[in-house]
């Protein structure tokens, strides 16, 4: 973490092995987040850009908010600025860095994520997938 970076975990966070998460500005999980293995979220660029014929330089720094009861899911890339709303779901080897905060109940794939479904969620609370094999 840098000198000025802030990380804030909501209840019932939880992640698998291999969270990566680098914070020189603002990192966010609101409640009830569980991010998979080999995970990684950074609110840097950790260099900074320049316009050619500009003095202005671009930000290479930005807030990454998730809301709540989101499953970020194995091997996904979270880059600044990226912001999520509530019972959403990140799918495997995506890159989310956008601002979705408004964007609830889907599933998120690619690089860049996209909606890819509407109206699906993890329930945490009944998340037993039961394995029932008949003739096999």
């Not at 998979?36 to 500009?54: A, K, M, R, Y």
């Not at 956008?98 to 994520?113: I, S």
Request: net charge neutral; aromatic share 14%.
């Amino acid at each position: 973490m840098g000198d000025n970076g802030k990380i804030i975990f909501g209840n019932n966070f939880t992640a698998t092995t291999s969270l990566k998460i680098t914070s020189y500005y603002y990192i966010e999980f609101k409640e009830n987040v569980l991010c998979g293995w080999n995970c990684i979220f950074t609110d840097t660029d950790f260099h900074q850009l320049s316009l050619v014929g500009s003095d202005i330089k671009p930000k290479s720094f930005d807030k990454i908010v998730i809301g709540n009861d989101n499953w970020i899911a194995f091997n996904n890339i979270v880059l600044k600025g990226a912001k999520l709303g509530s019972y959403n779901i990140v799918s495997s080897n995506s890159i989310l860095n956008k601002n979705y905060a408004d964007v609830h109940y889907c599933l998120f794939a690619g690089q860049p994520a996209q909606v890819k479904k509407n109206g699906i969620y993890r329930d945490r609370l009944n998340d037993k997938i039961d394995y029932h094999y008949e003739n096999i």
